[in-house]
């Protein structure tokens, strides 16, 4: 009978660790460029999967004498769920000197990083894969370089919050879909941002960019993720080639059309109040140059949530949630004035609508038709069907189930009815169309320190010259310094496999260990 027992616990034992689990690879690599700057970094990705389609790259603010080290990003349970459900990985970076300036070193430097992990991982693909940037402050200043040097690369980038960042504004750049950030306090902590003069001059040559103000934050990593989460994964959607895959040779990314994408109006009176403006290409009727450009009604969904001043608060789902598509996700929001209904967004499509609260709060549930990276806001409307308030987005991957490819057509939209706009304002999601890959988290993206102030360089709806108001005197010292030389990089690379940090994915491991150990025990 013992023998018996034994065995099946034997049996149990070898189906539990057969059980299928999440695996990953995570590998490291330090490489040095220009004699004295070097760049550290720390790649994970999928295991298992076939191709890697592109890779999401963070870089910290400036932090001593190089960046702020975001190579724990790798280990972010959010983002390996975003790549996860692209077929993306994850590099997190760390520069030492000199970073900010792309085309002089760095970006090379991360180029020949990502041969380099090419070289010894199953992934040649990885030299030629498209990439996905976002930084932090000085950060920051090295997507939106990285971006000019390399737009066909490029996919997306996200400048969070920088004081300093310049580039020449060419036609190819300005294809480069981009969202960019800027704390509404900056200014009135002495701390310099160029987000506002950037954004206003790309758009006057039609840069496919977006101004976002993020309420109450300093020059601090704030809540941005909320944001560029979502903005990322619909950009691969509408950018990246069905058919085309890096192991065939460079992926020739989709350039987007200006006038298929929605305008949003970020001016004081705009963001200052419930209902930021935002309307389609068409619809817009202020000057659309002044404009921020967003790809899709979705994302100008998001968009307002993100940039209104007083937003009712999301609390269902959590910012940065992982849940599974198979299982109804609950939906909650509070802050809601007596009188108004409450509804539920994924982007452009309606979850729940015209939930009635009780007291202040109101609650639904939505079971996912659709997996991957997505974007959740809540808004409430008066009476008449007027929109009337926005939640802050919160992004989630909903993993289990396939993610949208592209974007979908939606529907015709109701009008909100905002007054005194001077546009028809579009105002609630319209029914029964996606906007493909909304979504996202609110994990710190970039470590790093802050710029050295320079009061008077302070934001301004009043047009500033870009020269002007990134003066070569304010660029940290050394990074322009001579030519790059390319023959100057060496470096190492080391790669282990492992899994990754989550308790729901290590349990069938975890298990196998402890009746090992019990049967040994049980043996002695």
């Not at 990003?73 to 790549?83: K, L």
């Not at 992004?395 to 529907?411: F, I, N, S, T």
């Not at 579009?426 to 802050?450: C, D, F, Q």
């Not at 940290?476 to 990089?489: K, M, N, T, V």
Request: glycine share 10%; with cysteine; net charge negative.
């Amino acid at each position: 009978m013992q023998n018996t027992a034994r065995f099946g616990l034997l049996i149990t034992l070898a189906l539990l660790c057969a059980a299928p689990r999440v695996q990953a690879a995570k590998a490291t690599h330090n490489l040095t460029f220009a004699s004295s700057r070097s760049l550290a970094t720390t790649l994970w990705y999928p295991d298992g999967v076939t191709t890697l389609r592109g890779v999401v790259v963070f870089t910290g603010g400036q932090s001593g004498s190089g960046s702020g080290d975001t190579r724990y990003m790798a280990d972010n349970r959010f983002w390996q769920r975003f790549g996860e459900s692209l077929g993306f990985a994850v590099l997190g970076t760390q520069f030492t000197g000199m970073y900010t300036d792309a085309s002089n070193g760095p970006g090379m430097a991360l180029l020949d990083t990502l041969q380099a992990y090419a070289d010894k991982t199953s992934h040649p693909e990885l030299a030629r894969a498209p990439l996905l940037l976002e930084g932090f402050s000085n950060g920051g200043y090295f997507s939106f370089t990285f971006a000019h040097w390399k737009p066909e690369r490029t996919i997306a980038f996200c400048v969070n919050k920088s004081g300093f960042a310049k580039a020449p504004l060419d036609a190819a750049f300005l294809a480069v879909p981009g969202f960019l950030i800027w704390g509404s306090e900056e200014p009135n902590a002495g701390v310099p941002t160029v987000i506002h003069s950037l954004v206003q001059q790309g758009r006057a040559q039609h840069a496919l960019w977006a101004e976002l103000r993020e309420w109450g934050a300093e020059h601090e990593d704030g809540i941005a993720e909320r944001a560029f989460a979502p903005f990322f994964a619909e950009m691969v959607a509408a950018r990246y080639p069905r058919d085309q895959s890096p192991k065939d040779g460079p992926v020739a990314l989709i350039a987007l059309d200006e006038s298929k994408g929605w305008l949003a109006d970020h001016s004081d009176d705009s963001v200052g109040g419930n209902v930021p403006t935002a309307a389609a290409w068409d619809d817009y009727r202020a000057d659309k140059t002044a404009a921020s450009w967003l790809p899709s009604e979705g994302l100008a969904t998001l968009w307002r949530g993100f940039v209104t001043r007083s937003p009712l608060q999301l609390t269902a789902p959590a910012a940065a949630a992982q849940a599974d598509a198979n299982q109804s996700l609950a939906l909650s929001v509070s802050g809601l004035t007596a009188g108004d209904e409450a509804s539920f967004a994924d982007g452009a499509r309606l979850l729940a609508e015209h939930v009635k609260p009780s007291g202040d709060q109101a609650k639904a549930s939505w079971l996912p038709e659709w997996g991957g990276v997505r974007g959740i806001v809540a808004f409430s409307t008066a009476s008449t069907g007027t929109v009337t308030r926005y939640s802050r987005p919160s992004h989630v991957v909903l993993y289990g189930k396939d993610a949208p490819r592209e974007p979908d057509e939606p529907a015709p939209m109701p009008d909100a009815g905002v007054a005194d706009s001077g546009m028809p304002d579009a105002g609630a999601p319209r029914a029964g169309g996606a906007a493909a890959g909304s979504g996202g988290s609110t994990s710190v993206a970039g470590a790093g320190g802050s710029e050295a102030a320079v009061p008077d360089a302070a934001v301004s709806d009043a047009a500033v010259p870009l020269d002007a108001a990134v003066a070569d005197a304010a660029t940290p010292a050394g990074d322009a310094g001579a030519p790059f030389d390319e023959g100057s990089i060496e470096g190492g690379c080391s790669c282990q496999l492992t899994l990754p940090p989550s308790a729901a994915d290590a349990w069938p491991a975890a298990l196998c260990l402890g009746l090992t150990l019990w049967l040994r025990r049980k043996r002695g």
